[in-house]
């Protein structure tokens, strides 16, 4: 199998394979569309047209993560087990319990939205900034779970929360806009795209700053970053994470283009760049060493 190809498809021995790194998707794509439908119903009136899709992503977003989750563990009474035995000292503990707390919030969310006469509304907006302070940790805490692991160069970056944050907001407001009715807010879907363009605009920033670390740093170190930009990993790096997943979209949202077609390919883009980010990232951390 080629160098080039096995990048997509990694050794089964690894501890984190693809199962986890869709899981760190979900989870950061559903903490983001609930920021957006938070900010959207609270604080940022003129894109209240998006926040009842937005709600809806987010706890559909991970259901499936879950599942992920329980299928690479093996046996589903493990998780149970997680959510049952918690070690104050492990950043998985308290992962899994900001995990529970944010999806009763995200799914009580959606219900508030979309079904407006029911019970849960009132509770539903008495808990929504409860629910804030969860989705930050739900999109971040797996960079800081990375980060904690040892002997991998690509997972100690202090970078790696704030960029896994940042991936969950681009990838939230991007999915939702993709499912949204193109007359549905069509101006606020396009300065939705312009934010979507800046915060890639940030994640570029914080990949350059990550490159030089790296390759300014020791022989392992700048071993990693050569793999990245001109080894085994460049293929994804350069042609899906940075032209497919970030120029091209930037070049799109900045625009503030009302054209569908053009919005649901940008956002299309821009969520395969986050997912390529997040695999590049956790197999990339594992083979590279």
């Known amino acids: 199998m080629s160098e080039f ?3 997509f498809i990694p050794e089964p021995h690894l501890a984190y394979n693809w199962m986890i790194v869709a899981y760190f998707f979900l989870g950061g794509l559903s903490a983001g569309a609930y920021l957006l ?3 959207a119903n609270r604080w940022l009136k003129d894109s209240k047209p998006l926040a009842r899709n937005a709600a809806l992503v987010a706890p559909l977003a991970m259901i499936p993560g879950f599942l992920l989750l329980v299928f690479d563990l093996g046996n589903p009474l493990r998780s149970v087990y997680l959510g049952l035995y918690f070690n104050p000292t492990s ?5 899994s319990i900001f995990l529970g707390v944010f999806f009763g919030i995200s799914a009580l969310n959606a219900l508030a939205h979309w079904w407006k006469t029911g ?4 509770l539903a907006q008495k808990l929504n900034v409860l629910g804030v302070p969860c989705a930050i940790v739900v999109a971040g805490y797996t960079g800081i779970l990375l980060n904690s692991a040892p002997g991998t160069v690509l997972w100690h970056n202090a970078l790696l929360p704030v960029l896994f944050l940042n991936g969950g907001l681009i990838s939230g407001i991007a999915v ?7 007359g549905a807010g069509k101006c606020v879907q396009s300065k939705l795209g312009r934010v979507v363009a800046g915060l890639v605009v940030l994640e570029l920033l914080m990949v350059i700053a990550e490159m030089i670390m790296l390759s300014g740093g020791g022989v392992h170190s700048a071993e990693a970053a050569h793999a990245l930009m001109a080894g085994p990993f460049s293929g994804m790096f350069w042609g899906i994470q940075i032209v497919c997943g970030a120029v091209i979209p930037i070049l799109i949202f900045a625009t503030g283009t009302t054209n569908r077609v053009l919005r649901v390919l940008a956002s299309l883009l821009v969520s395969i760049g986050v997912y390529a980010m997040r695999h590049i990232v956790v197999i990339g951390g594992q083979i590279i060493g």
């Open 91 to 95: 950043v998985l503990s308290w992962g």
């Open 37 to 39: 439908s938070v900010a």
């Open 119 to 122: 019970p849960w509304e009132a």
């Open 176 to 182: 939702t806009i993709l499912v949204s009715p193109g």
């Open 5 to 7: 190809v096995s990048q």
